[in-house]
């Protein structure tokens, strides 16, 4: 089942914060969050595994929270390089479980 | 990270043509690929999984005889759109897990088959 990302879009100036929100209504075993620039493929930012845990680096972190089946990516003091689409993968198992993506959060930053 | 390739990256083809995009895993082995496509503006919907020596694993409403997935060895799994028709016409992308014991859980994609079917 496709999890639900919010926003669907946000316009950001430089140097604001975001938050982008990936839930799901079954249980997940790990969530994979991607950034997708126009024309091209998606590119791994990180992957947060159930058992509940955050990760970072630089200014973009991501948490999940298992007992809501819900994942966030931070994006602080975002910078133009920021823009793009987000989107969350998840999996409800470990192994070789294909992904299933949200419809994406469409993320501008502006000067 | 792991590096997964895609070949071709753009191919224009007319209708009623066959098309054949080979997706290879360059450092690392995988038992299992994903094929998945994506429409202008709209999120990745997987096709198909690629299985290294047995057959792919459609989704619903995927036509297996249309896109035939063939994963010959542990680092290349293709997948050939037969008899191409404009609707076809999409961005392909494939992604791949390490398969070896430690692997971790990140899968990676490759850079992408922009198909235009004329």
């Known amino acids: 089942q496709q999890p639900v990302q919010s926003p669907q879009a946000v316009i950001l100036r430089e140097g604001e914060d975001a938050v982008i929100n990936c839930s799901s209504s079954?249980?997940?075993?790990?969530v994979h969050w991607y950034r997708q620039k126009h024309g091209e493929a998606p590119v791994f930012l990180m992957i947060?595994?159930?058992?509940?845990e955050q990760k970072g680096h630089d200014k973009i972190s991501a948490s999940f929270n298992e007992k809501k089946q819900q994942s966030s990516l931070y994006l602080t003091a975002s910078q133009l390089s920021y823009s793009g689409t987000y989107f969350c993968?998840?999996?409800?198992?470990?192994?070789?479980?294909?992904?299933?993506f949200g419809k994406g959060t469409r993320l501008s930053v502006i000067a | 990270g792991a590096v997964v390739s895609q070949h071709p990256s753009r191919v224009i083809c007319k209708s009623g043509t066959s098309v054949k995009i080979e997706c290879r895993s360059l450092?690392?082995?995988?038992?299992?690929m994903f094929w998945y496509r994506q429409f202008p503006k709209q999120s990745l919907m997987l096709m198909a999984t690629?299985?290294?020596?047995?057959?792919?694993?459609?989704e619903q409403g995927v036509e297996k005889d249309k896109f035939l997935i063939n994963h010959a060895s542990l680092t290349l799994s293709t997948l050939t759109v037969t008899s191409a028709h404009p609707e076809d016409s999409s961005f392909y992308i494939c992604?791949?897990?390490?398969?070896?014991?430690?692997?971790?859980?990140?899968?990676?994609f490759g850079p992408g088959t922009r198909l235009l079917v004329l």
């Open positions: 992604s791949a897990r390490e398969t070896a014991s430690g692997g971790d859980e990140t899968q990676y």
């Open positions: 079954k249980a997940l075993y790990s």
């Open positions: 947060l595994l159930k058992g509940g």
């Open positions: 690629s299985n290294e020596g047995s057959k792919a694993t459609y």
């Open positions: 993968g998840t999996a409800r198992s470990s192994g070789n479980t294909p992904l299933v």
């Open positions: 450092d690392f082995q995988a038992t299992t």
